[in-house]
């Protein structure tokens, strides 16, 4: 081996400290499982004891927990922030949800509007 493979072979892209702060301390998963835990917690109790009468609120604010407890896990768990892989994973994920919602919300559209715009069933009988 050349001296010039050396030292494109220790260059090639890696670097050792980076990858070190890619990833979490027991500090951050401590963090991370206590919240997990809370946020799954207030749901259940929610839901279990029917603290709040109204079933659509209750199914928001679990909805609502449920998105708090996702981002929770992007962070403590898998590292996800503007700084790891200079931030391309998070505009990753960004550019996911936006075509989720994108497709989400364009499929309850359609549903909707065919189920309005649908001929009833009393009408299509046969007449004889």
């Known amino acids: 081996m050349s001296a010039d493979s050396h030292v494109a ?9 980076a990858v ?3 990833h979490g301390s027991l500090r951050d998963y401590v963090i991370g499982f206590v919240l997990s835990v809370v946020l799954t917690a207030i749901p259940f109790w929610l839901v279990m004891s029917g603290a709040i009468e ?7 604010i679990v909805m609502g927990l ?7 896990h992007m962070v403590y768990f898998l590292h996800m922030n ?3 892989e200079g931030g ?12 989720v919602v994108i497709t989400l919300a364009g499929s309850l559209w359609v ?6 715009n649908m001929m009833p069933m009393q009408e299509m009988s046969p007449r004889g």
Request: charged letters at 10%.
């Open 9 to 17: 072979h220790d260059h090639h892209g890696h670097d050792a400290h």
């Open 20 to 22: 070190a702060e890619a």
């Open 54 to 60: 109204n079933k659509q609120v209750t199914a928001f």
């Open 66 to 72: 449920a998105v708090v407890q996702i981002v929770v």
């Open 82 to 84: 503007g700084k790891v």
């Open 88 to 99: 391309w994973t998070m505009m990753a994920l960004v550019f996911t949800l936006i075509v």
């Open 111 to 116: 549903m909707y509007h065919l189920n309005t």
